[in-house]
């Protein structure tokens, strides 16, 4: 064989190697949130993190840094690694740093850092206790303005937004629903519904939906605070917010006002992620401003003055047309999976078998995944180290406790099935994705079932050094418990790509696959039964 050949091969057999490699990864996600004196979660935007591999000796620093909303995700080998955070945050009187051994290991992990794990030093300055003004009484303004606050859903994202026009039409962020094919709106745990796009702003991300009140008689439409100087907004005042962040329903927050500018408010307020798009409130229960992620710690709001064009922009394009469809929307269930049903799992000697769950699909690979798959994935790994340290020990490994954090984590599963649809890469001359996901249909005898949320993320092909080799689109479709059942008949999915937009790729699902995913819920149900 030509020796220029058999390199050739060698090279992209060691490359294949590298990323089959590469694939058994830990997906971490790292958190960083501070918390105020009103117990205020304050995400950390824009700070630098280094994770450090102890156990491998000469491997490089791995550099990261938050986004706005004070996460990060990033796929890392699993092993032993020193966490250290370069330069300090400065918080409510205090300075504060990290510095933490982390053992990663499963499929996916959570890193967060707040104040009780940093190291904290204090500055030599004065707080001074904010202003106030106006009535303290925010229970009262909560109950009377809390219907006008909605959460707004689309692929891939979660933000609030609020009611200001009778006819349906909603205030939020322009980055929410920027790019997405799928945009709804939901007013409660049992209600959501389509919206449309009608306006936007781009460079003041602001965005106008356009959803039907019908299924939600309860709705409230804010007051807009008027536009004479009286009304506005000054230094000092106490100002709060009613927004959907991290999931949670409705939830009130408060601040006060640092910075009063022409095109922005800087606020102290508490902004998540999910709580971008919501309405900024005075205290006399008045829109003036809506919420976005800022600068890191102040939340950068944009005035109610910068808003209005753009909502009369939405009323010109509704003249005349009709409103979305009030048909109501799947939504996640409000109860949780069985947690010692997930936890006995871990507790088996013999292994589960994962590979019915996963299947190629023309250039993609697909994953149909049930808490009991999410759950034993995740802590696999956690529970074999758990029964090697047992072994070493001269303790019965099977014997072994499930590890606290493993049990921590059953206890609030959701019960839900989520299919996620992967890109294939090609390793013949340059390392690239074959492919994009668009959108996907999962059929159950024939008929569509609508999934709770079409999400379609952003997915990253990373190098031997975690560098970004690629990057294409996911599908990650969360569909309710009983999406997919043996009664119905054949079970499809389709997949469209971004090569082929229009035509999908079939595939029947397997009929020992449909049977696995009916029995990984028969508990779910039983308890549903019970009660």
Avoid at 144 to 159: F, I, M, Q, T
Wanted: hydrophobic share 40%; glycine share 6%.
């Amino acid at each position: 064989m030509n020796r220029s050949v058999r390199v050739s091969i060698l090279i992209v057999g060691l490359l294949v190697l590298t990323l089959f490699a590469q694939s058994q990864t830990v997906q971490v996600t790292l958190r960083i949130v501070l918390v105020d004196r009103d117990l205020n979660q304050k995400p950390v935007p824009s700070f630098h993190v280094t994770l450090q591999r102890t156990d491998v000796s000469g491997a490089e620093a791995i550099e990261l840094k938050t986004a706005l909303d004070g996460t990060l995700q990033k796929s890392l080998p699993p092993g032993k690694y020193k966490l250290t955070t370069p330069q300090p945050i400065e918080f409510q009187g205090k300075r504060y740093s990290w510095a933490l051994d982390v053992t990663l290991s499963g499929a996916q992990q959570v890193i967060e850092l707040t104040n009780d794990n940093a190291k904290a030093e204090a500055l030599v300055t004065e707080i001074k206790s904010p202003p106030s003004g106006g009535s303290n009484d925010l229970n009262v303004l909560f109950e009377k303005l809390k219907n006008s606050v909605v959460k707004v859903r689309a692929e891939g994202h979660d933000g609030s937004g609020f009611i200001v026009d009778p006819s349906g039409l909603v205030v939020t962020n322009n980055h929410v629903v920027e790019s997405s094919g799928y945009v709804a709106v939901q007013f409660d745990q049992k209600r959501k519904v389509l919206a449309k796009v009608l306006a936007t702003d781009t460079d003041k991300d602001i965005a106008v939906l356009w959803a039907n009140l019908q299924p939600f008689p309860e709705a409230t439409v804010l007051n807009l605070v008027s536009s004479d100087t009286a009304s506005q907004l000054v230094v000092g005042e106490r100002v709060f917010t009613i927004g959907c962040p991290l999931g949670r329903e409705k939830v009130l927050t408060t601040g006060v006002v640092s910075k009063v500018e022409t095109k922005a408010i800087t606020s102290d307020i508490n902004i998540n992620p999910g709580n971008s798009g919501g309405p900024l409130f005075n205290l006399r229960g008045e829109a003036t401003g809506i919420t976005r992620a800022g600068l890191r710690l102040l939340a950068s709001i944009v005035p109610i003055a910068e808003v209005r064009p753009v909502i009369e922009q939405a009323r010109q394009k509704m003249a005349g047309g009709s409103p979305p469809a009030a048909d109501l929307l799947p939504v996640e269930p409000t109860d949780f999976f069985p947690s010692d049903a997930l936890v006995s799992l871990l507790q088996r000697p013999e292994k589960m078998d994962t590979k019915p769950y996963f299947f190629p699909v023309g250039q993609f690979e697909v994953g149909v995944l049930t808490p009991s798959v999410r759950y034993y994935l995740g802590h696999k790994e956690e529970m074999d180290l758990a029964r090697k340290a047992a072994k070493r020990s001269g303790s019965d490994p099977s014997q072994t406790k499930v590890p606290a954090q493993a049990v921590e984590h059953a206890q609030d599963f959701p019960p839900t099935l989520i299919v996620r649809v992967v890109p294939k890469f090609s390793v013949m001359w340059k390392v690239k994705f074959k492919n994009g996901f668009q959108k996907m249909r999962l059929l159950c005898g024939g008929k569509e079932i609508v999934p709770i949320d079409p999400g379609k993320t952003e997915y990253e092909l990373h190098g031997p050094r975690e560098n970004v080799i690629d990057t294409s689109t996911q599908g990650l479709y969360i569909y309710p418990p009983d999406a997919i059942a043996p009664s119905c008949g054949a079970v499809s999915l389709e997949i469209f790509s971004e090569k082929d937009p229009n035509t999908p790729i079939t595939q029947a699902v397997e009929t020992a696959t449909v049977e696995r995913v009916w029995s990984d819920f028969e508990p779910y149900r039983k308890g549903k039964k019970d009660k």
